[in-house]
């Protein structure tokens, strides 16, 4: 049995409740809050029978998440090897597959096109030289009708644009390259034929950062949905086209496999305002946040 003593002995990424007493503290306060716009959001997706794929795991909460909820084969990758998520895998008893070591290049031809019916992108956005492109493999590689979660550092404004972090720093992380608007990545969504159902966002530290965590929650469509007539015209370019967008051509994507997910659109457009200190989900595995208390001086 892995004692509580193990679990403190090393570094967690993600806050994990086990269920029984033991606890992995994680990095963040409130643990995990940089995900809880994606927890939202997953309330409202049934996962039972499906297939998942978590690209940049860490911890593994997301997929351990999916797979207590019913999915039927739950793959998580990373770009490094983590003990803690086997730790993790052990004291719950997944049978999630760990693919450590994968980068997001690796997985089309890894997987192929249309292998999921869920795809999880969270904390990865904002590391790729090309986020674009990266918000295609993820999209390339969800059957028709497949959902999207996406979550990333963004910011507010109305324009759709993405900021060189390392020029003019949004966030103090020499691995964060582009920044994002909200609207940016709901268009770049919107491009990789994506239709974007609902997004949730939330301010660590009352909000007093200057940036977000923003979650988007979107549909793999087919044909796509353009939202002006220069990014429909790009999207006809960039069917058969494969030196446009690094060797990827939409038109590979007319003959995916089709599912029809279960999701409650309704409520995930109802998603209110996230405040990180008063946040609660239904979902198994986060810790409890702790509540500030104030004492008046006598």
């Not at 770009?79 to 693919?99: N, P």
């Amino acid at each position: 049995m892995i004692a509580q003593s193990d679990i403190d002995a090393h570094s967690w990424f993600h806050g994990i409740d086990f269920g029984d007493g033991r606890v992995a503290k994680g990095r963040l306060s409130p643990p995990n809050w940089s995900l809880f716009g994606a927890f939202a959001l997953m309330e409202y997706v049934d996962f039972k029978n499906t297939r998942i794929l978590d690209i940049g795991t860490m911890d593994g909460i997301v997929g351990f998440m999916a797979e207590r909820g019913g999915a039927r084969e739950v793959i998580c990758t990373d770009l490094y090897e983590r003990k803690t998520f086997g730790m993790a895998k052990d004291i719950i008893g997944s049978k999630a597959e760990y693919l450590p070591r994968t980068g997001i290049a690796d997985l089309l031809a890894r997987f192929g096109t249309g292998s999921f019916d869920v795809v999880v992108m969270g904390g990865l956005l904002y590391h790729l030289v090309s986020p674009l492109v990266g918000i295609m493999i993820g999209r390339s590689l969800l059957k028709n009708g497949g959902i999207l979660i996406l979550e990333t550092v963004a910011t507010e404004g109305e324009a759709s644009t993405l900021a060189f972090n390392p020029a003019d720093p949004i966030i103090d992380e020499y691995t964060t390259f582009f920044v994002p608007t909200v609207r940016a990545v709901k268009d770049m969504m919107t491009f990789s034929l994506l239709d974007v159902l609902g997004h949730a966002s939330v301010r660590a530290n009352s909000g007093t950062r200057p940036h977000l965590r923003s979650s988007f929650i979107a549909r793999a469509v087919y044909p796509g949905i353009a939202t002006s007539d220069l990014m429909g015209r790009t999207q006809e370019r960039a069917k058969d086209d494969n030196k446009m967008l690094e060797g990827h051509k939409l038109s590979e994507l007319a003959n995916s496999a089709i599912v029809n997910m279960s999701i409650d659109l309704d409520a995930i457009r109802a998603v209110p305002p996230i405040v990180e200190r008063s946040f609660k989900t239904k979902l198994p595995f986060q810790p409890t946040i702790a509540r500030k208390i104030s004492v008046a001086a006598s």
